[in-house]
């Protein structure tokens, strides 16, 4: 769903530990999925992505899960690293009219690591 | 690198003066979106063009204006700006309108409001 808070939730990892990185979306017709990594001062980059009729999809050292049964999506990074800090949003891609698609962005989640 | 490039990236403006951000892509894509990102939000879509055609968010309010002369260059218009406008401002384009082509953002320019 759309964000509404002003204050980010944070995870603080170890350097070399995994992160697991929750979403909650509301809308079950929702058949496509994004997570996008911003760091300070810049715009948001594209992560990984997964469609509905997957529950899981890994990239390089990050993986997806999706669980539709309950409308959530989890972002896994394994063997976090300094250069994983940031914010991570998940966002729902949905076809608007003909004419684009909308990204709904979940709320965000901070990331820190320590090292 | 093709890119989506925007300038500039800090923009100061006051209570009220006009002022335009711009956005251009080298990626030839059909679609450009702008996007209004507050201090620890979600960015949030103000509008965004398919070729030509003009698609506006409801509650994009009326202060806000988008050109987009050709395919690689959109603007986004602040007609008054308010304090309540000030936020990064984000650009972001995509190959089309299938619901997998990726959106690709630019840096962003962070408006301030004096």
């Known amino acids: 769903g759309e964000n509404v808070g002003l204050h980010l939730p944070t995870l603080s990892v170890q350097e070399g530990d995994n992160s697991i990185i929750n979403c909650a979306y509301s809308?079950?017709?929702?058949?496509?999925f994004i997570w996008y990594k911003q760091e300070s001062g810049k715009g948001p980059q594209f992560i990984i992505d997964?469609?509905?009729?997957?529950d899981k999809r890994q990239g390089q050292r990050v993986t997806v899960l999706l669980n539709k049964t309950v409308k959530h999506l989890s972002l896994q990074i394994a063997a976090t690293q300094p250069g994983d800090s940031a914010v991570y949003f998940c966002?729902?891609?949905?076809?608007?009219?003909?004419?684009?698609?909308?990204?709904?962005f979940g709320g965000g989640t901070r990331v820190l690591v320590k090292p | 690198d093709a890119m989506v490039i925007q300038n500039p990236r800090y923009q100061v403006t006051q209570f009220g003066k006009p002022v335009t951000l711009s956005c251009s892509q080298t990626?030839?894509?059909?679609?450009m979106y702008w996007y209004q990102q507050k201090s620890s939000q979600a960015p949030k879509l103000l509008f965004h063009?398919?070729?030509?055609?003009?698609?506006n968010e409801a509650d994009t309010p009326d202060n806000f204006q988008s050109r987009r002369p050709n395919t690689s260059f959109c603007f986004l218009d602040i007609r008054s700006p308010g304090l309540g406008d000030a936020a990064m401002y984000l650009c972001?384009?995509?190959?089309?309108?299938?619901?997998?082509?990726?959106?690709?953002f630019g840096p962003g320019t962070r408006l301030t409001v004096l």
């Open positions: 990626l030839n894509h059909n679609v």
């Open positions: 972001a384009t995509s190959r089309g309108p299938s619901l997998t082509d990726t959106q690709y």
């Open positions: 997964i469609r509905s009729n997957m």
């Open positions: 966002a729902e891609n949905m076809p608007f009219k003909a004419a684009g698609n909308k990204l709904t």
């Open positions: 063009y398919y070729d030509k055609d003009f698609n």
């Open positions: 809308n079950s017709a929702s058949d496509y």
